[in-house]
């Protein structure tokens, strides 16, 4: 069983930045993706970023350009820096992680976008 631990959430004017952060239990060498969904208010959880274990990044078109995925080993956190925020940011953010076939999701935070 792995639990993630999510902080970083808050209060931002548009155009400015957050970073969250996601603390796993277990060792993070082991997991093979990490990465973030987020869920808009009335809307679907929608995939964000996710980055492999080797390294490799990728995003949704809705986020590329602006956010970036990074993972430290070791303190098995993976972290999303998000930089020219807008309104439309405005989700829970969920981070996941993937072992052994199964994913594993924190509790969520909240990043609210005001214009």
């Known amino acids: 069983q792995v639990q993630l631990v999510e902080s970083g959430g808050g209060l931002v004017q548009a155009g400015g930045s957050l970073r969250l952060s996601c603390a796993a239990s277990?060792?993070?060498?082991?997991?093979?993706?990490m990465g973030w969904f987020r869920q808009a208010q009335g809307q679907k959880r929608e995939w964000a970023a996710g980055?492999?274990?080797?390294?490799?990044?990728a995003y949704s078109d809705s986020v590329k350009g602006r956010f970036t995925i990074s993972r430290d080993n070791a303190k098995n956190t993976v972290y999303l820096q998000m930089n020219s925020l807008k309104p439309e940011d405005t989700a829970v953010y969920y981070c996941?992680?993937?072992?052994?076939?199964?994913?594993?999701w924190g509790q969520g935070t909240q990043v609210t976008v005001s214009s």
């Open positions: 277990g060792s993070a060498s082991t997991f093979s993706a």
């Open positions: 980055i492999s274990k080797g390294g490799t990044t």
């Open positions: 996941y992680v993937d072992l052994f076939g199964s994913r594993y």
